[in-house]
Every structure is written in structure tokens, then in C-alpha cells.
């Protein structure tokens, strides 16, 4: 993931991303991804926070949860589940990991997937290589 900037990211989970950091906020969307998320526009007491704010001090810790509130108060964010990003990412490290030996049948394993998906991305990322080192023919 070391690769990734928050502009690669989801809009709604930039704002996140560049206080907590990229891993961690791509494990964030990947357990609560799909969700609605409510910043209340005022507290005062954290018997004041709803159930979404609770839940990101837990993840986040009491500091970063405070600078997520104090950027997004009084809003709501839909909170992606960036199933595309982590799909991408899944293809990419299988690539490396085909490339450096690994046998497909252990990354299908490894990875909950098909043998066929193996092949099919190594396939697609073929393709996608050739594709950008093509020159215009016309």
C-alpha cells in the first residue's frame, strides 16, 4: 500500500486519510464501508457523541477521532466501501507475487479466489502493460 496517495483515494476518505494516514484509513472503510456517517456540528461531553462518533474514537483513538470531528462537524459522510481500490490492489500484489514464483493454486488459496481469477488478472495486467506501451498509430 505504500504506493497509494490519498488523491487515489475515495473523495470522502481523503479528510480522513491525511489525519490517520492511508493504512489505517483503508481499514476503516474496509470494516465500516457502506455506512453513513453523522458528525454531530456541536458536543461538549463525550456523553454527548452518537454512535459513529463512539466508534471512531475507538478505532482512531480519543486525538485523531477529535481532528476527524473538529474537519467534518455538523456533516455526514457516506463512507465508501472502495471495494474497487482494494480489488486493484489485491491484483497488483498477486502480479508481484506470481512474478516472484509463487504457484497459482497457493495465491488462489492465499487470496479466497478461483485458479481462473489468477490467470484472468494476470492476463488483464498484460494487456493493460501492452496497452500503455503501444504509440498512437494514427
Given at each position: 500500500m505504500s504506493d497509494i496517495q490519498v488523491s487515489d483515494l475515495p473523495d470522502e476518505l481523503?479528510?480522513?486519510?491525511r489525519i490517520v494516514g492511508i493504512e489505517k484509513?483503508?481499514?476503516y472503510a474496509k470494516l465500516f464501508?457502506?455506512?453513513t456517517i453523522i458528525i454531530l456540528a456541536s458536543?461538549?461531553?463525550t456523553d454527548d457523541w452518537n454512535d459513529d462518533m463512539n466508534d471512531m474514537v475507538q478505532f482512531?483513538?480519543?486525538k485523531n477521532a477529535l481532528k476527524i470531528f473538529s474537519e467534518m462537524k455538523?456533516?455526514?459522510?457516506v463512507l465508501p466501501n472502495c471495494k474497487k481500490l482494494f480489488a486493484k490492489l489485491m491484483a497488483k500484489e498477486i502480479k508481484l507475487a506470481r512474478m516472484d514464483g509463487n504457484k497459482v493454486k497457493e495465491l488462489a488459496r492465499k487470496y479466497g479466489i478461483h485458479q481462473r481469477r489468477i490467470h484472468q488478472?494476470?492476463?488483464t495486467t498484460h494487456v493493460e502493460e501492452a496497452k500503455s506501451r503501444q504509440t498512437g498509430l494514427f
Open positions: 481523503q479528510p480522513i486519510a484509513a483503508m481499514r464501508g457502506g455506512v458536543w461538549n461531553d482512531f483513538g480519543q455538523g456533516g455526514y459522510v488478472i494476470m492476463n
